[in-house]
């Protein structure tokens, strides 16, 4: 990469999981670079940087996106929610994080951030739109079909996001936007 110049860098204004953050970046960083290396926000994780594996997703205004694709610069004043902005501080974890421990929806737990970030979008996209939500097994899949598992827990991430969907867990999907 080219050296970067005052030319090449732009201030950049976010609201990431409740706090509002301020830092210069090279125009050429994405925006999970941007929280990894800049906020020190490591839950997103870095798998393949191309956008084919899900292990990096976040909600940028509340809706699911691969932070390894988009430029930080360019998400200046949304509101970003990662992993560590999902559950609550008063109330505890998120009640998704609850059912993946409920039913040991993972492994090495590389893919959990993702997986976790979008689960909770998808419930906001369903809870935003009940009608046209496919919450079944298959929908389900379907929809976070993007977040890749090389563990293979699918079926046990599928459970989890159904017992929420379902309010087993106590919890409406509240959609968990920041
Ligand atoms: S790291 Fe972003 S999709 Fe794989
Ligand atoms: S739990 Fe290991 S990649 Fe999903």
């Given at each position: 990469m080219a050296r970067s110049t005052?030319?090449?860098?732009s201030r950049v204004r976010l609201h990431v999981n409740?706090?509002?953050y301020e830092r210069d970046?090279?125009?050429r960083v994405t925006l999970l670079d941007l929280l990894r290396e800049h906020l020190g926000l490591t839950g997103a994780k870095k798998g393949c940087d191309h956008g084919q594996c899900g292990a990096c997703t976040v909600l940028v205004d509340g809706r699911r996106a691969n932070s390894c694709l988009l430029l930080a610069v360019a998400q200046d004043g949304t509101r970003v929610t990662t992993v560590e902005g999902l559950g609550d501080g008063a109330?505890?974890?998120?009640?998704?994080?609850?059912?993946f421990l409920e039913r040991d929806a993972f492994q090495c737990?590389?893919?959990t951030p993702g997986q976790l970030c979008s689960a909770a979008g998808l419930l906001a996209?369903?809870?935003a739109d009940p009608r046209s939500a496919d919450l079944s097994r298959d929908g389900i899949a379907e929809a976070m079909s993007g977040n890749l598992c090389r563990c293979g827990a699918y079926p046990r991430i599928v459970?989890?996001?159904r017992d929420v969907a379902a309010g087993s867990r106590g919890a409406a999907p509240e959609g968990v936007v920041a």
């Open positions: 005052p030319e090449t860098r409740g706090e509002q970046v090279d125009h109330r505890g974890p998120h009640p998704l994080q609850e059912a737990g590389y893919c996209e369903a809870a459970d989890a996001v």
